[in-house]
Structure formats: structure tokens, C-alpha cells
């Protein structure tokens, strides 16, 4: 029997059938890919997330394809310091967990199903995916900051259900194509360097400009590779850790301070300033971790009307030092995750624009270990930095 054609103009709506066809048939075919015949009999694990801070892996069915979607067979996915949030606190600001959800938004993949109205895509077309699903319809969308959407259905965020799963359906909106000399697990890190790249867009660091980065966890990292190829320069990158900071230096960010949590503010904006170099004071710091001493720190070490921009998540409820940021006129600007940045950020990466990006993750784990990855993630000893999980 010869193979089943699956493709933008000839797909199979309903999942259950295309599966049944991939199985009978032995392949599903286009004109630039082979599906493993096996790849659509695997269960479909996914991790989920319990309001009382438990988690879990199940299998979940086959989604099934609706008319403007894809269903991606997810190659690779990282886990997010976000969702250590989820799990350990159960919250993230006013966000919170209320019920079970799957986990996960940092993911890429395999196109192993098109739905009837998409045109712009086939099987087997390797994509990354931007999670957040905005109405395109409300005054947020209209004006093009779709990332504020009070709509958005943001994958893995309460009260959705997330990408960390085998197979997931998602807008054909939504995904990027890849070029073929990306991995999977290089388009997963897509979404943890938007999230640089939009804070980079915000705070518009000049040739030269010198910045702090305050953080030297994945996003630190990220938006250590994002200021640098926007021309900051030097770029002073702290953290509490040790190992990621060898991991900056190995990226060839040499100017670094482990931060001594018995120094208070003003000691270690003192120090902050020392790494800098004479003469040399940041005047953009972009803090990453969202713990209120780091903040506090990182305002104290800048210039007098420097700017502060705001990109880890911390605690509901922060205490700054208002008026000492008043009396210096030092600005506080926030980013919220990203807007029309998978292409750039797809563009910039495959040109080699940010360097080599894969140092960033430290950990892999196959699917079926997805529990492990996240208490190697959570677990401080293990030295992780981006743990990711993969789906050959």
C-alpha cells in the first residue's frame, strides 16, 4: 500500500484517523519529510502540576486538530524557572494555581498534523512555538502589545494547560519555522531569549552603554547575550552561585562577582561599581532574579538617572527604596515576557549574532524523565542552569 499524503492542502482533520492511516500504512509522507510510523503510537506523557505543590506525569490522548491549529510532536522543552514557581509556591504575583494544569512553554517540534484552514504549513516542517495566544481582537492586540492581551491563553500558565507533553495542538498562528540547521533544542531556547530580547527592545542599551546584569541563571545569561550583541559594553554579570558564573565566563563574560549575602545594599553596589572598572558606573542594570536584595542592590549601583529594568519574577509584594530612586531620578521599567520576536530572535540565532547559545543548557532528560529534570532543576546541588527535556 502506497504512503498516505498529509499536507497543507491535503489534511486529515481528525487525529484518531491520521494515526490509524500513519499505523496502517507504515509512513505519513510529504514532499520533504517521512513521519516514523512509530512516533504517533507513543503515549502522549504529560507533567502536571497539582495546587497542593505535587507533580506528576500521566498519559494524556491524542489531541485532536482543530480547523486554524497544528499538532506538534514536541522534540524538546525547557523548564522554567516559572514553573518551579508553580510547583514549589503554587504562584506567581496574583497568578495561582487552582487546579491541576500541564506545565511547560518553552518548546519546539515536529508538524505531524495540519488543520484544514492552515496554509502556511506541512508535516514535518520543524517549528518553534510561541506560547502565549493572544484574542487579536481587544485594544491591547489592536495596538500591537498583544504580550498585555487579558485574553492570552498562555501555555502552562493558569489556568492552561502547557506544552510539556509528546504531542500538543497549538495556533498555526503562533508557530515559527526553523531553519534546518537549528536544533530542537536550540529552538526551545527561542522563548527564554525573547524574553531578553523584548527587555533589550524596552530598555534600548546603547554602543558602549555599561550594564549590570544582576542573575546569571538562564534568563541572566540570555539577556547577558542579547545586551552584548546590542553593543553594552563592559557588562558585569552577578550571582550568589559560583558555577554560573564560570558558566558567563566560559561565554566570554568576564567581568563577574559572586554576591556575599552579608554585604548589604550599599556594599555591594560598592563592589558592583569596582568590577566595572575606573571611571565606569552602569547606568542600565537588568535584574533577573526577582529577590528584593538583588533589586535593592542593583538600584544602589546605578548611576544617577540610570535605569532599572525589571525581568525575574520574585515575591507578590517587594520593598524598594522609593526615595533614594526618586532623589537620583533612577527610572524602573518592567518587560512582560514578548511581542513579535520569534522571527528576529529565530534570525539572529541561526546568523550566530548571539555566539554559541547552547551553553545555556546543562541538563537533558528524556520524557519519560520529566520529574527527575524538574527536582534536578529545583535542587541547587545539581549546578543546573537550563534543564531541558527531549523527545527523540
Not at 14 to 36: F, H, M, Y
Request: with cysteine; net charge negative.
Amino acid at each position: 500500500m502506497s504512503p498516505t499524503a498529509v499536507s497543507a492542502t491535503n489534511p486529515i482533520a481528525d487525529a484518531s484517523t491520521l494515526k490509524a492511516q500513519i499505523q496502517a500504512n507504515g509512513t505519513a509522507t510529504t514532499t520533504n519529510s517521512v513521519i516514523d510510523p512509530q512516533v504517533l503510537a507513543r503515549p502522549n506523557l504529560a507533567l502536571w502540576v497539582t495546587k497542593d505543590h505535587k507533580i506528576y506525569q500521566k498519559e494524556e490522548s491524542f489531541p485532536t486538530c482543530p480547523p486554524d491549529q497544528c499538532i506538534i510532536h514536541v522534540k524538546a522543552t525547557g523548564v522554567c524557572g516559572s514553573e518551579i514557581h508553580f510547583w514549589k509556591s503554587g504562584r506567581i504575583g496574583d497568578c495561582c494555581v487552582t487546579h491541576d494544569i500541564i506545565l511547560g512553554h518553552e518548546s519546539s517540534g515536529e508538524v505531524v498534523q495540519v488543520g484544514e484552514n492552515v496554509t502556511g504549513f506541512q508535516v514535518g516542517d520543524r517549528v518553534s512555538i510561541e506560547p502565549g495566544v493572544s484574542c487579536w481582537e481587544c485594544e491591547q492586540c489592536l495596538r500591537g502589545r498583544y504580550n498585555l492581551c487579558p485574553k492570552v491563553v498562555f501555555s502552562g500558565t493558569p489556568p492552561s494547560d502547557g506544552t510539556m507533553r509528546r504531542f500538543v495542538a497549538h495556533p498555526a498562528r503562533f508557530l515559527h519555522k526553523m531553519p534546518d540547521t537549528m536544533t530542537y533544542a536550540v529552538g526551545a531556547l527561542i522563548e527564554p531569549l525573547s524574553v531578553a530580547y523584548n527587555a533589550v527592545i524596552r530598555a534600548a542599551p546603547y554602543l558602549g552603554q555599561p550594564v549590570l546584569i544582576a542573575g546569571a541563571g538562564p534568563i541572566g545569561l540570555a539577556m547577558a547575550l542579547c545586551a552584548r550583541a546590542a553593543g553594552a559594553s563592559p557588562i558585569c554579570i552577578t550571582d550568589l552561585e559560583e558555577n554560573r558564573l564560570a558558566q558567563a565566563r566560559s561565554m566570554g563574560f568576564t567581568q563577574t562577582l559572586k554576591i556575599d549575602l552579608a554585604w548589604d545594599r550599599l556594599e555591594t553596589a560598592k563592589r558592583v561599581r569596582e568590577v566595572m572598572g575606573p571611571g565606569c558606573v552602569p547606568s542600565l542594570a537588568f535584574e533577573c532574579t526577582g529577590a528584593e536584595s538583588s533589586i535593592n542592590s542593583a538600584c544602589y549601583a546605578l548611576e544617577d538617572g540610570g535605569t532599572l529594568l525589571q525581568v525575574g519574577c520574585g515575591k507578590p509584594d517587594i520593598t524598594v527604596p522609593l526615595m533614594s530612586l526618586g532623589f537620583r531620578e533612577v527610572n524602573i521599567i518592567t518587560s512582560f515576557r514578548y511581542r513579535l520576536s520569534w522571527p528576529v530572535v529565530i534570525r539572529l540565532v541561526a546568523a550566530g549574532v548571539f555566539g554559541d547559545v547552547t551553553p545555556l543548557i546543562t541538563h537533558t532528560f528524556p520524557i519519560e524523565k520529566t520529574i527527575d529534570a524538574f527536582e534536578t532543576c529545583a535542587d541547587r546541588s545539581k549546578l543546573a542552569i537550563k534543564v531541558q527535556i527531549v523527545d527523540e
